[in-house]
Every structure is written in C-alpha cells, then in structure tokens.
C-alpha cells in the first residue's frame, strides 16, 4: 500500500500544472463586422419567438436579462411551456421534461476559450457544458433543432433551420433589414454580433487588474490568496477565470451518463444561480462545501480506497488545498468579479408581431 502511495504521489507531483494566471478581460469582444445595423437586427432576433417551429420560444426564453442573461433555474424549459425564469411551467398536458442541464449565463460568452497570453480564436470558442460546438454562431442553431428547446413536434430536426428562414423570409420588414437576403448564417452573424455586446469588462477585479488598487477591499485581496493558494486557479484561470476544459468533479448527467463538464466561469455570479451543470447548487456556500467534500473523496482515491461506485475524478483535484477557512474569504473575492451595469434592455415590439 505504501509503495503504491509513493508511486502517485511522485506521478502526481511529476504532472505539468496548468497555468493559474488570472487577469483582466479585454474592453471590447467586437469584431470588424459587428456594425450598429447588425447589432440591432440581432437583438430583434434574439428575442423574437419567431426563430422557434412553435412561434412562442426566444433565445431570450432561457437567457433573460432580468435573470444575468441566464434563467435563475436548476435547468431550462423550452417548449410546451409559459414563463419566464423560475416561473416558467410546462402547459397542462405537455410531455416535455426539463432540460438536464443548467442554462449558462450569455454574459461574456464572446469570451469563451480566451486564454492568458494566448491568441484568441471566436471562431474556435468553444460552448455548451460540453465544449460540442464552438462559436457563438454556431451555438445559436443549436436550440432551434433541439425538439425539447424551441422545435417541439412542429418539424423534423433537418427543417428546422429552413423553416426558421422561411419564416423570416414571410415578414416584410425581416426582408428589408437582411437587404432582401436571409439566411441562416446571415441570421447567426446577426444574434452573434448582438452577444459580443453583453459583456461586462469592468467589474472591480477588472479595474484592480489593470492597475487601480483600491477596486478591490482588503478582504477581497485576501480571498484572491486564499482563492489561488487553495487551487481553484488549476481550472478557473484566464480572463474568464475558466479554462475551458472538460473535467471530473464526481458528478454526472442524469441523461447521458457524461462525467466530465467544462469548466464554467466564475464571473457575475451573483446573478446566475443556481450553480453547476444541473443547477443543483443554489448558493456559493453550498458551491464550496461541495468542494470540501470533493477533496475529502480525492485524498481517499489517492490513498488506494475503494471508489469503484463512484464517477471518475479529475488528477488536478489531488493539488487543491481549500480550508474551510477559505470560504469566506473566497466568496469575498468572488464578489469582485461581479458587474451590475450590463445591459438589461429588451425591444418593446418585433417585426414579428410576436410579444418579445
């Protein structure tokens, strides 16, 4: 047992660390095609239930900007289903069942895959839990052939995006805005350009990090050492404070038996509970207790107990060292890296007609 324990531990302590730098977010996500023009029709779009087969889910369903741009619920419901946030229900009689994954906040999601020091890719930002798609224009097709989001029984999964075009092909003032040429990449570059305006690079760990030292309280700086001392940096690092990577942390998807997730950022919390992939974290505190405890479950992987009944664990966990002590100073820390001056505006009326 000894000498099994000293072979971990060397190869552990052999594995290359990853990179914990933590910074600033750059003050703009644009790119040289965003015009005001296209940011404006992507907005209309994003919130138009006309991009759904049923004509009554928007993007803006699930990613609602009086919920940080996320739904404030365990996991989403898309069709058959009225509401907004934590109130949404399904219609009596509806057969759908709630998504069984967490609705990830919009904010910053231009940002994704961002790395310290590296270049940054949009075209290669990676999304969902499950890194399954990359860009934010090839993200926003996703939900509209998804039958549980915003397809329902209306069309097959192949029509869906076809249809969606020829809905917006049918509105005269659609036709007008795409200068008489819609189509489905013109309409993600659109909802795209929209997203890269929802970011919030100015939150007080931003303005520290660019050099204004009294953006942070010294219990704030104090949770920044204990934040990085404890090693949740091996993962929550970049300007994101998110690597991007998949890992496992002992937990796994109700639906498809997947056990490793991506990393998520750690900005605006405050406005994006509940936490994890399945929205089963309501608070911070409950977030870092769950870690204490995880921790507890790698120390017995790595002493050779037996964890055949469990999910598989990431190797980085066996390099945090988070005290209970921590938690308070983390959550202080946390705190910086929330922004309250986002935009929360939706469009009184669509060219739709549709209610926004």
Not at 47 to 52: C, R, Y
């Amino acid at each position: 047992m000894l000498s099994t324990l000293l072979v971990i531990l060397a190869t552990a302590a052999a594995e290359p660390l990853p990179d914990t730098k933590i910074e600033a977010l750059p003050r703009s996500a644009a790119l040289p095609g965003d015009t005001p023009a296209r940011i404006a029709l992507g907005r209309m779009l994003f919130f138009d239930p006309i991009l759904s087969a049923t004509r009554d889910v928007a993007c803006a369903t699930c990613h609602s900007p009086q919920h940080g741009w996320a739904d404030a619920r365990p996991t989403p419901l898309g069709v058959h289903a009225s509401g907004i946030g934590p109130a949404r229900r399904l219609v009596q009689g509806a057969a759908f069942q709630p998504l069984t994954r967490n609705t990830p906040t919009i904010l910053n999601a231009a940002f994704n895959g961002i790395e310290s020091g590296k270049p940054f890719d949009p075209a290669q930002s990676p999304m969902f839990w499950d890194n399954r798609v990359r860009s934010l224009e090839a993200q926003a097709l996703a939900p509209i052939r998804q039958r549980e989001e915003m397809r329902g029984e209306a069309c097959r999964e192949a029509e869906a995006v076809p249809a969606m075009v020829e809905r917006l092909k049918s509105i005269p003032e659609y036709v007008k805005l795409f200068e008489n040429a819609i189509t489905a990449a013109k309409v993600t570059q659109a909802i795209a350009a929209y997203e890269r305006t929802l970011i919030t690079p100015d939150s007080p760990f931003d303005r520290f990090m660019r050099g204004d030292k009294s953006a942070l309280t010294p219990a704030q700086q104090q949770g920044m050492q204990a934040f990085q001392k404890a090693g949740c940096a091996l993962c929550h690092n970049g300007p994101m404070l998110s690597d991007f990577k998949l890992h496992a942390i002992g937990l796994t998807d109700s639906a498809t038996r997947r056990t490793e997730f991506r990393t998520p950022s750690l900005r605006n919390l405050k406005h994006t509970a509940p936490y994890m992939h399945h929205g089963g974290s309501t608070t911070l505190d409950e977030v870092l207790l769950f870690y204490d405890r995880l921790m507890d479950q790698a120390a017995e992987t790595l002493e050779g107990g037996d964890t055949s009944s469990l999910p598989p664990l990431d190797p980085l966990l066996r390099h945090m060292n988070m005290l209970p002590e921590d938690h308070e100073p983390i959550k202080a820390f946390l705190e910086s890296l929330n922004s309250d001056d986002y935009d929360q505006s939706a469009p009184e009326r669509l060219p739709s007609g549709l209610k926004p």
